[in-house]
Structures are given as C-alpha cells and as structure tokens.
T-cell receptor
Framework: DTAVSQTPKYLVTQMGNDKSIKCEQN?????MYWYKQDSKKFLKIMFS???????INETVPNRFSPKSPDKAHLNLHINSLELGDSAVYFC???????????FGPGTRLTVT | QKEVEQDPGPLSVPEGAIVSLNCTYS??????FMWYRQYSRKGPELLMY????GNKEDGRFTAQVDKSSKYISLFIRDSQPSDSATYLC???????????FGRGTSLIVHP
C-alpha cells in the first residue's frame, strides 16, 4: 500500500507548456507539502496545505499554483514552464503541523 | 555561506564499519533536527528526529545534537550495503514549519 503517491513519475515537456503533477496520501494526514529538489540535491519547501488551507508559500513564482481539492490530495500546476523548473518535485504529508513528514517517490520534471 | 552545511561525499566504507555523518549550521534558532535517508530515485524517508541537544538511539542508528557547537551527527553501527544511500539532515526553528535541508551526504557501503 503506497502511503504517498505521485503521478506522473517522469514528465518531459517543452518550454512554455503548462503541466500538472498530482499527489495523494492515504495516511489520514491533514497537512501536505510540495518540495523541489534541484540538481545539487538541495530540497526546498514550496507550499504547504493544512486541511485544504494554504499555510506556507515560500516565494515561489506565481506560475506555480497548488490546489488541494480535499485533505488527501494536493496537486501542483505549473504554467509557462522554464528550463530552470527542471527538478524533482516531491509531495509529502504529516499529521498536523508536524516535523515528521512522509515523502512521495517524486516526479522528475525535465523542461527542454 | 548556507545555513546548513553538509559534505556531499561520497563517503565509501567497508561493510561493518561505523559511519559518522555530520551537518553544521549557523542559525542558533534551530531546535528540531531530523535525518532522512534517500535511496537513488526515491523520496526521502524519515530516520531519526531529535529536539534540542542530546543523543537518541534507534537500533543501529544514533543521532547526536550539540547545540553549543551547532553540529549534528548521525552514527550508523555495523553498516550494511543496504545502508548505501544519501543521508539528508534537516532542521526547523521553533514554531516554524519551514525546514532547512542540507544537500545530503552520499554513503557507499561496499561488501
């Protein structure tokens, strides 16, 4: 049973396109996150939702828009993709606003 | 200078060795310290979680925090080839839910 799942696993697209990544967790957690891991392996938080409410928005370009239809799902939509958006995007969840976060397998985005 | 420094390695050790992985940090406001293990092409997996200074042990893993030196360590005893992964430290300021991660240390345990 996958706890935190993401689709797609790989995404290759051209500059200027719009794409979405989906995340679902079956842990019963009410807080979810999006992280970006760049080529140097630095992991940086982008957004966090608690019970469908945005609680963290870390100076991410507004081309990135998260959406949480319910507390088990958090999607990430990216408009007008740029080369610098190429990275691995991880979804995570936690019980409440906890430091114990559980990560998904990642979505490797390549923008050409 | 980054807030959290971690040597990327790789660190290569023989099976059975004791491994020491470390992070230094500059912000004394950090109070919560985590270690994650990340296998290649997978998501980070939470290993250990400590609050403030002190030691915490879980099986072959020991996490140590020295706030006076702004230094945290993860020790792995009797290392196994299956421990080969990247180990990321992460830390939080009290009351903040925005973590700061180190870049990870790549560990290779060879048989």
């Amino acid at each position: 049973d996958t706890a935190v799942s993401q689709t797609p696993k790989y995404l290759v697209t051209q500059m200027g396109n719009d794409k979405s990544i989906k995340c679902e967790q079956n842990l019963g957690h009410d807080t979810m996150y999006w992280y970006k891991q760049d080529s140097k392996k630095f992991l940086k938080i982008m957004f966090s939702y608690n019970n469908k409410e945005l609680i963290i928005n870390e100076t991410v370009p507004n081309r990135f828009s998260p959406k949480s239809p319910d507390k088990a799902h958090l999607n990430l939509h990216i408009n007008s993709l740029e080369l610098g958006d190429s990275a691995v995007y991880f979804c995570a969840s936690s019980p409440g606003r906890s430091y114990e976060q559980y990560f998904g397998p990642g979505t490797r985005l390549t923008v050409t | 200078q980054k807030e959290v420094e971690q040597d990327p390695g790789p660190l290569s050790v023989p099976e059975g060795a004791i491994v020491s992985l470390n992070c230094t940090y500059s912000n004394s406001a950090f109070q919560y310290f985590m270690w994650y293990r990340q296998y290649s092409r997978k998501g980070p997996e939470l290993l250990m979680y400590t609050y403030s200074s002190g030691n915490k042990e879980d099986g072959r893993f020991t996490a140590q925090v020295d706030k006076s030196s702004k230094y945290i360590s993860l020790f792995i005893r009797d290392s196994q080839p299956s421990d080969s992964a990247t180990y990321l430290c992460a830390m939080w300021k009290g009351g903040s839910y925005i973590p700061t991660f180190g870049r990870g240390t790549s560990l290779i345990v060879h048989p």
